[in-house]
């Protein structure tokens, strides 16, 4: 049983850490938030987690929650949605508001008959007033790369205007050098589609180019092109994943811990900062909000 004492100790603890994440996301001019859930909680996987996930997000002061698409499996159609769902879906979207948490829906896997499930999908965050839907550009498989890019920028083109959902897809950066989802890929899938926006996911970039962000010079440049390209709406809203990874002559093999990997954290926040970027970053780690808590000091002197 925890004394009242300890509580208390436990209590300043909390307030300490909340305070000092607060800070640090402050001066970055970024929200920081975590893939799927917390440590006890790794990924939610109904509505009673995700509340709890929530609640431990704002007790150390994270801003942002990556929902994964396994928790509205169950969700098959809009009008299940609407039907069975809605009063769940609001509760998370009320909490998030209150807490001042940012959220958003992560499908990397869609099936081939994808249009329905975007729809579905796009709705779900719609309703939570999700900031975006984000998916893998790898929507057709087994033909070539330009073909299959045409084909994303189309299919989007037609399902984006048919929806009229004020939540965003983003497309996310890729790590297998076979599939569709460079930096390039995306940003020519983004500026050709109205109502998508890329989400960086530094590791994928890093494991593709075969250990290609390895200076702040390469992270610099990445980032040029993307302010370059897009201009404002990137610099002033921008999507940033970043983990340690692992890789080989194909690209990415797993996500590991950072203190694993040979990518840098220091060197995106300088980059972060010196193009005055605002945005949401997401961490991927496998200790989920314990390696925030690790690197708080750290984060800490990166952004003075």
Not at 40 to 46: D, L, S, T
Not at 100 to 129: C, G, Q, R, W
Not at 134 to 153: E, F, R, S
Not at 260 to 289: A, N, V, W
Request: glycine content about 6%; some cysteine.
């Amino acid at each position: 049983m925890q004394r009242k004492g300890e509580k208390s100790v436990g209590l300043s603890m909390d307030m300490l850490i909340r305070k000092k994440a607060l800070k640090i996301q402050e001066r970055l001019g970024m929200r920081i938030g975590l893939m799927y859930g917390t440590k006890n909680v790794p990924v939610v996987k109904n509505l009673s987690q995700t509340l709890r996930v929530l609640e431990d997000l704002y007790r150390i002061g994270l801003k942002a929650f990556v929902l994964p698409k396994e928790l509205f499996s169950h969700i098959k159609t809009t009008s299940d949605l609407y039907k069975e769902h809605y009063g769940e879906l609001l509760r998370i979207k009320d909490l998030a508001k209150k807490y001042n948490i940012e959220l958003a829906i992560h499908h990397p896997t869609l099936p081939n008959e994808f249009e329905e499930e975007i729809k579905t999908y796009l709705t779900i965050a719609s309703v939570m007033d999700c900031r975006t839907f984000i998916i893998h550009p790898t929507l057709y498989k087994n033909i070539p790369h330009g073909q299959a890019k045409k084909l994303v920028i189309n299919k989007l083109s037609e399902i984006l205007p048919a929806t009229r959902m004020h939540t965003k897809i983003s497309i996310e950066t890729t790590g297998k050098v076979t599939e569709l989802g460079s930096f390039e890929d995306v940003l020519d899938i983004v500026t050709a589609t109205k109502g998508v926006e890329p989400a960086l996911n530094w590791a994928h970039i890093h494991a593709r180019g075969v250990g290609a962000l390895r200076s702040e010079e390469d992270f610099r440049r990445i980032m040029d092109k993307a302010h370059t390209t897009l201009g404002q709406p990137f610099s002033e809203n921008a999507y940033f994943f970043f983990s340690g990874i692992s890789y080989g002559p194909s690209g990415e093999i797993k996500h590991i811990p950072l203190s694993h990997s040979d990518i840098r954290l220091e060197h995106l926040i300088k980059q972060i900062m010196s193009y005055s970027i605002k945005g949401t970053l997401i961490f991927e780690d496998p200790e989920k909000d314990k390696f925030i808590l690790k690197i708080l000091d750290d984060l800490g002197n990166m952004v003075r």
